[in-house]
């Protein structure tokens, strides 16, 4: 089965401009997460999603992060105004059902950011 | 709130050494439990995972992890390592009763010599 797509790989900006990174999740999963993970440290929860809602966006910096999953599909993170402490990788992961605490994540390759 | 601590940044062995990583959580209640691996230039995959009955787990490519539940601790462990195993290695917990909120370690990197 094909995996987790995410795109772009790399993103290059400066500060205060705008990025939106694009994920697909497996075929048929129902949860999808973002997660930041900076340079030396593991991945942190930025928000989740089942099919469409949001479960947790708690860690989510809404005033420059947005995210959506409008159909329940794929989804969109973006920053806006960039900030220097937003460089970072930045991973799409899904798992097939509601998002509980045993299921398996399937990660994507992540895009990597460099704000200037 | 839950959290994990990879006591390692970074580990070299040579092949065929034995492999230990540790990994410590707090949270006083149930968990889930994860290693996951990311070799160079492929994502971060499933390596093993404890959520109950026999804290011996058995994972891929030879990989085991105990959990002690009296030391909150999760360690992986390989009796003998490959150059092949050269990767970063992230413990993760997941807790609470809802939502798969995920914490995860800062990571081990592993490099094993030829």
């Known amino acids: 089965e094909a995996g987790v797509a995410q795109s772009p790989r790399y993103k290059i900006i400066e500060k205060r401009q705008s990025v939106a990174f694009w994920c697909n999740p497996i075929s048929g999963h129902a949860t999808l997460y973002w997660y930041q993970q900076i340079l030396g440290q593991g991945p942190k929860l930025l928000i989740q999603f089942q099919n469409n809602g949001v479960v947790d966006d708690s860690q989510l910096p809404k005033d420059r992060f947005s995210a959506e999953r409008l159909k329940g599909v794929d989804s969109t993170l973006k920053i806006q105004p960039a900030k220097l402490e937003d460089s970072a990788v930045y991973l799409c992961?899904?798992?097939?059902?509601?998002?509980?605490?045993?299921?398996?994540?399937?990660f994507g390759p992540g895009t990597r950011l460099l704000v200037l | 709130a839950q959290s994990v601590s990879q006591h390692n940044h970074h580990v070299i062995l040579s092949e065929a050494a034995s492999l230990e990583l540790g990994c410590n959580y707090s949270y006083g209640g149930t968990v889930n439990l994860f290693w996951y691996v990311q070799y160079p230039g492929q994502h971060l995959q499933l390596l093993l995972k404890y959520f109950s009955g026999d804290p011996l787990v058995k994972g891929i490519k030879g990989f085991e992890a105990e959990f002690i539940k009296s030391k909150f601790s999760f360690n992986l462990r390989k009796p003998s390592v490959q150059w092949s195993d050269t990767a970063e290695y992230f413990c993760a917990v997941n807790a609470g009763t809802n939502a798969g909120k995920s914490t995860f370690g800062d990571g081990t990197t592993l490099t094993v010599k030829p």
């Open positions: 992961a899904s798992s097939q059902g509601a998002g509980g605490t045993q299921e398996t994540q399937y």
